[in-house]
């Protein structure tokens, strides 16, 4: 963010209304802050332009698709120098649908999402431990996921 954003009362219920279903009218949220329509366009067009907003997605239930598996896999690399090449790869894996450059033992720090356990074993060992410069790989599979929610404001 270029300058200190403000955020007042005003804002706050626009954002969490909006964070909480971004199918929310506009004029539902103005009615209840007591604004007009355009009032609110003009404030999120503010929080657009001051880069607090992120961007606007729908949010696909994996499970709906079949996606029953989710893992957690730490990278090992032979050297740091590897990491670009390594990235480029898990980029296009299209199973991989994080990865975080991190502290610790593991250089790369990947969240897939696998039709099932023997998919997830066949993109571990045919697809990622095959990519040059990985040496090894250490899995964490997911049972229940209890926790998923934006930053509070």
Same mark, same amino acid.
């Given at each position: 963010?270029?300058?200190? +954003?403000?955020?007042?009362?005003?804002?706050?219920?626009? $954002? *969490? @209304? !909006?964070?909480?279903?971004?199918?929310?009218?506009?004029?539902?949220?103005?009615?209840?802050?007591?604004?007009?329509?355009?009032?609110?366009?003009?404030?999120?067009?503010?929080?657009?332009?001051?880069?607090?907003?992120?961007?606007?997605?729908?949010?696909?239930?994996?499970?709906?698709?079949?996606?029953?598996?989710?893992?957690?896999?730490?990278?090992? +690399?032979?050297?740091?120098?590897?990491?670009?090449?390594? $990235? *480029? @790869? !898990?980029?296009?894996?299209?199973?991989?649908?994080?990865?975080?450059?991190?502290?610790?033992?593991?250089?790369?720090?990947?969240?897939?999402?696998?039709?099932?356990?023997?998919?997830?074993?066949?993109?571990?060992?045919?697809?990622?431990?095959?990519?040059?410069?990985?040496?090894?790989?250490?899995?964490?599979?997911?049972?229940?996921?209890?926790?998923?929610?934006?930053?509070?404001?």
């Amino acid at each position: 963010m270029s300058k200190k +954003l403000k955020i007042d009362g005003i804002d706050k219920i626009i $954002i *969490k @209304r !909006l964070v909480n279903d971004a199918r929310t009218p506009i004029l539902s949220i103005a009615r209840e802050v007591g604004i007009s329509g355009a009032a609110i366009h003009q404030r999120l067009r503010k929080l657009d332009d001051s880069d607090l907003i992120d961007g606007y997605k729908m949010v696909l239930n994996p499970k709906a698709l079949g996606y029953t598996t989710t893992a957690f896999v730490g990278v090992f +690399l032979e050297s740091a120098s590897l990491y670009s090449s390594a $990235i *480029k @790869r !898990l980029k296009d894996i299209p199973e991989v649908v994080e990865s975080h450059y991190t502290t610790g033992n593991y250089a790369i720090f990947i969240k897939i999402m696998c039709k099932n356990n023997q998919d997830l074993m066949h993109l571990l060992n045919k697809d990622i431990q095959n990519i040059k410069g990985v040496s090894r790989t250490e899995t964490f599979i997911s049972l229940d996921q209890q926790i998923d929610r934006q930053i509070k404001i």
